[in-house]
């Protein structure tokens, strides 16, 4: 039998057409197509200005540096996510300080950033993460900036289309970004977007972008080239189409596999708070005996993926660097218990079932 995927991009007729619709115009760099994919990008998330980028990294450096942060700043975030969320932090020099996360939402604790800010008044920024797909505690994280005045950037690379009252992630710090690799909800090969609605941030977000380009052939500031192609811009306007039916679909087999496995107790179910609309970028349990599960999983042709098994506090760089020493004991007990299982739009009954099937057989062995 084959096995069920772990991930499955959902390219369709209308992606290939626009793509050689894209080859066969000669204009295949940064052009028309990435001008629309902008603008509509903006209007679906709720900001006014978006600024495509080649991936997901390059628009968190570049969200950081046109947002002000720079060398000796300090960057309270989370260290339960992808190394690029603290190492876009490093490539500016600034200084990544690790907040603990909640064991329920796997997103930043929003007690222990205001621990961190209580005994620290040097904070200029907080990055959240929304991870998996489910929104960080926004009003919360709000309030604490807005009383200290600091900046609130949101890396929203796994939570295209996720809302937080009603309200698109990425529509509420003072800057976004969203990546587009294929695993996501939505992909463009590889791709990336800072969105905003602070035109400054817009601004300087768009030279960095382009070498620091105020003209053609003038540059008056250090930039780069974190351009992204048309041909990648026109996979994402088709995508953008189609993003609300695949999370539509992730949220109905998150609802099939949350009613499957309810009665497992060695294993903890993902959690959706009334007020979030998880996107479910990834389907995230919590399980004893992980490290057995999976290789039983493994064997039994269903895929997953431990999404992360150290977090960024204990990995060898930021052991290295100093600034592995944060006390963040949950994101630690998450990297021994999280498993993803699959979630994606391509996934059929019969595979959710199978999933169910192969979990009920090992805790019952
Ligand atoms: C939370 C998070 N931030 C940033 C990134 C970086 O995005 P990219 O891989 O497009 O550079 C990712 C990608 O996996 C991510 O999951």
């Known amino acids: 039998m084959k096995p069920v995927p772990y991930a499955q991009p959902m390219i369709g007729d209308e992606e290939k057409s626009r793509v050689m619709a894209v080859l066969d115009s000669g204009m295949i760099a940064m052009g028309p197509q990435t001008a629309e994919f902008e603008r509509k990008f903006a209007a679906y998330i709720g900001t006014d200005y978006a600024v495509a980028t080649n991936n997901g990294t390059s628009a968190l450096h570049v ?3 046109a947002a002000g942060i720079g060398p000796g700043d ?8 992808f190394i690029a969320s603290s190492n876009s932090i490093l490539y500016c020099g600034a200084t990544p300080v690790f907040a603990d996360v909640d064991p329920r939402t796997f997103n930043i604790d929003p007690a222990s950033v205001q ?4 005994r620290d008044d ?13 929104s960080c505690e926004m009003d919360s994280i709000m309030e604490m900036a807005e009383s200290r005045g600091l900046l609130v950037i949101e890396d929203c690379a796994q939570a295209h289309g996720a809302q937080y009252r009603g309200r698109a992630v990425g529509s509420f710090g003072d ?7 294929p695993t996501k909800n939505m992909t463009t090969g ?3 977007m800072v969105v905003t609605s602070r035109k400054d941030i817009a601004d300087k977000a768009r030279k960095l972008i382009n070498h620091g380009r105020c003209d053609r052939y003038l540059h008056d500031s250090l930039g780069f080239n974190y351009r992204m192609t048309d041909i990648a811009a026109a996979i994402g306007l088709c995508q953008l189409a189609k993003l609300d039916g695949f999370n539509a679909r992730r949220r109905e087999n998150a609802a099939v596999l949350n009613k ?13 708070p009334e007020h979030c609309l998880h996107v479910y970028h990834q389907y995230t349990i919590r399980a004893q005996r992980r490290d057995d599960l999976k290789a039983y999983l493994d064997a039994a042709g269903v895929q997953t993926s431990i999404v992360y098994p150290i977090p960024n506090t204990r990995q060898p760089l930021y052991m290295s660097n100093g600034l592995g020493q944060a006390e963040t004991p949950v994101a630690e007990m998450l990297g021994t218990e999280v498993i993803s299982l699959p979630i ?10 199978r999933i169910s099937d192969s979990l009920h057989a090992f805790y019952s062995s």
């Open 74 to 81: 300090k960057v309270i975030t989370t260290p339960f996510t």
């Open 63 to 65: 969200a950081l540096l």
């Open 175 to 181: 800057v976004g970004i969203f990546s587009f690799y």
């Open 122 to 134: 040097d904070i200029k920024a907080i990055m959240v993460v929304h991870l998996y797909g489910l």
């Open 344 to 353: 994606h739009p391509g996934l059929s009954h019969e595979d959710l079932v």
């Open 115 to 118: 621990r961190i800010l209580d």
């Open 260 to 272: 499957l496995l309810s009665d497992l107790s060695p294993v903890i179910l993902p959690d959706e």
């Open 190 to 192: 590889e791709g990336g």
